[in-house]
């Protein structure tokens, strides 16, 4: 696929970052910045459903540390215990209409929270692809324009 021409605005302390990650990796910014995109918005395969693509997409809005923090999310300790003992008596058979209720509640609390995880990490783990280290373990920034590697 071709390139698109896309005029650009960014604000001038970006644009200083931009020029010295150029000069440091001995590279045009526009290499900065494609990589930069590159690496934040990891490829949406055409089998994803519209709602897994539509979350992906706005879940790469956020930042490392925010999906990290999605990533390592749980259930609060006293709601995983209640949903494991909701989980026992259900096993058992001795389950109340609204403890059922209950349950069914935090399975869902239980399965949206494990969702978000794996998004998180998705893109997460995208992202690290896209920076990767690579070689002999010395820093390296992908240039995804040309596809070559230059060494930082």
Known sequence: ?????????????????????ARLAR??????????????????????TPELATDLARMTLLDDEALQAIANGFLSPKRQRRFTVLLRKDGEGSLSARERDEMESLKREYLRVSQNKAKAQFILDQRKKAQSVRGDGEGYFWLASGGSISKL
């Open 1 to 21: 696929m071709g390139a698109t021409e896309l005029k650009l605005r960014l604000p001038g302390s970006l644009y200083q970052r931009v020029k010295r990650t």
């Open 27 to 48: 590279c045009d910014a526009e290499d900065v910045i494609v990589s930069a995109i590159e690496a934040a918005l990891p490829p949406m395969s055409d089998d994803f």
